[in-house]
C-alpha cells in the first residue's frame, strides 16, 4: 500500500533563517506531488506541484522554492523565512493528474 | 486564488441529524472532491464525482454534482460526533492539473 511520509510535524523558526521541509512517498512511482500551505482557519493554497522528476509549477512567488531530487521525494525550501510564511504545510500525492489526493500530516511552521 | 466555495462557513448540528454543505466553483472541471480535516490533521479523500455524474453515494455521504450552476452538495445523512470536523471541497480543471481547494466549512455535531 502507499503511504506518504512528511517531516518534521512542528517546526519553530527564527525569521531569516532557511528552511528545509522533506515529503516521501512509498509504494508507488511517478506520483504527481504537491505543497500546500494552510493559513489558521482558512482554505489550501497551492504552492507548488509536481507531474514529474524536475517538473516544477510555481503558483507562489518569490520565497519558497520546491525541488524534486527524486522520483517520490518533494523538497519545500526558503533561503530567508518571513514572518508571513508562518503556517500549516501540507504535501500530497496523487496517481494521476486529477485523481485523488492523499495528504500527509502536515508540517506546522511558526518563524519567530 | 480559490476556484471552490464552500457555504456555509459553518454549521453547528445535533447527532442524528443531516448535515449538508455546499461548494460552487468558477470553471469548467474534470471531477470534483470531498476531503475531511480533523483539526490540526492532513486531509483525507472523502468521495470524487466526474463532471459526467450527477449524483454519487457513499455510506452515509450522498454527493450532488451540477454542472450547469457549477455546484455541489454534500450531504451526511444520520450524524454523528465524530463527523466533526472541517469538510472541503476540490476541482480538478480541465484545463491544467491543479487541484484547488475552497476555505472548507466547519462542522459541529453536538452530542
Same mark, same amino acid.
Given at each position: 500500500?502507499?503511504?506518504?511520509?512528511?517531516?518534521?510535524?512542528?517546526?519553530?523558526? =527564527?525569521?531569516?533563517?532557511?528552511?528545509?521541509?522533506?515529503?516521501?512517498?512509498?509504494?508507488?512511482?511517478?506520483?504527481?506531488?504537491?505543497?500546500?500551505?494552510?493559513?489558521?482557519?482558512?482554505?489550501?493554497?497551492?504552492?507548488?506541484?509536481?507531474?514529474?522528476?524536475?517538473?516544477?509549477?510555481?503558483?507562489?512567488?518569490?520565497?519558497?522554492?520546491?525541488?524534486? =531530487?527524486?522520483?517520490?521525494?518533494?523538497?519545500?525550501?526558503?533561503?530567508?523565512?518571513?514572518?508571513?510564511?508562518?503556517?500549516?504545510?501540507?504535501?500530497?500525492?496523487?496517481?494521476?493528474?486529477?485523481?485523488?489526493?492523499?495528504?500527509?500530516?502536515?508540517?506546522?511552521?511558526?518563524?519567530? | 486564488?480559490?476556484?471552490?466555495?464552500?457555504?456555509?462557513?459553518?454549521?453547528?448540528?445535533?447527532?442524528?441529524? &443531516?448535515?449538508?454543505?455546499?461548494?460552487?466553483?468558477?470553471?469548467?472541471?474534470? &471531477?470534483?472532491?470531498?476531503?475531511?480535516? &480533523?483539526?490540526?490533521?492532513?486531509?483525507?479523500?472523502?468521495?470524487?464525482?466526474?463532471? &459526467?455524474?450527477?449524483?454519487?453515494?457513499?455510506?452515509?455521504?450522498?454527493?450532488?454534482?451540477?454542472?450547469?450552476?457549477?455546484?455541489?452538495?454534500?450531504?451526511?445523512?444520520?450524524?454523528?460526533?465524530?463527523?466533526?470536523?472541517?469538510?472541503?471541497?476540490?476541482?480538478?480543471?480541465?484545463?491544467?492539473?491543479?487541484?484547488?481547494?475552497?476555505?472548507?466549512?466547519?462542522?459541529?455535531?453536538?452530542?
Amino acid at each position: 500500500s502507499q503511504t506518504i511520509h512528511q517531516w518534521p510535524a512542528t517546526l519553530v523558526q =527564527p525569521v531569516g533563517s532557511p528552511l528545509s521541509l522533506e515529503c516521501t512517498v512509498e509504494g508507488t512511482s511517478n506520483p504527481n506531488l504537491y505543497w500546500y500551505r494552510q493559513a489558521a482557519g482558512r482554505g489550501l493554497q497551492l504552492l507548488f506541484y509536481s507531474v514529474g522528476i524536475g517538473q516544477i509549477s510555481s503558483e507562489v512567488p518569490q520565497n519558497l522554492s520546491a525541488s524534486r =531530487p527524486q522520483d517520490r521525494q518533494f523538497i519545500l525550501s526558503s533561503k530567508k523565512l518571513l514572518l508571513s510564511d508562518s503556517g500549516f504545510y501540507l504535501c500530497a500525492w496523487s496517481k494521476t493528474t486529477r485523481s485523488e489526493a492523499f495528504f500527509g500530516q502536515g508540517t506546522r511552521l511558526t518563524v519567530v | 486564488s480559490q476556484q471552490g466555495e464552500e457555504d456555509p462557513q459553518a454549521l453547528s448540528i445535533q447527532e442524528g441529524e &443531516n448535515a449538508t454543505m455546499n461548494c460552487s466553483y468558477k470553471t469548467s472541471i474534470n &471531477n470534483l472532491q470531498w476531503y475531511r480535516q &480533523n483539526s490540526g490533521r492532513g486531509l483525507v479523500h472523502l468521495i470524487l464525482i466526474r463532471s &459526467n455524474e450527477r449524483e454519487k453515494h457513499s455510506g452515509r455521504l450522498r454527493v450532488t454534482l451540477d454542472t450547469s450552476k457549477k455546484s455541489s452538495s454534500l450531504l451526511i445523512t444520520a450524524s454523528r460526533a465524530a463527523d466533526t470536523a472541517s469538510y472541503f471541497c476540490a476541482t480538478a480543471p480541465d484545463s491544467n492539473y491543479k487541484l484547488t481547494f475552497g476555505k472548507g466549512t466547519l462542522l459541529t455535531v453536538n452530542p
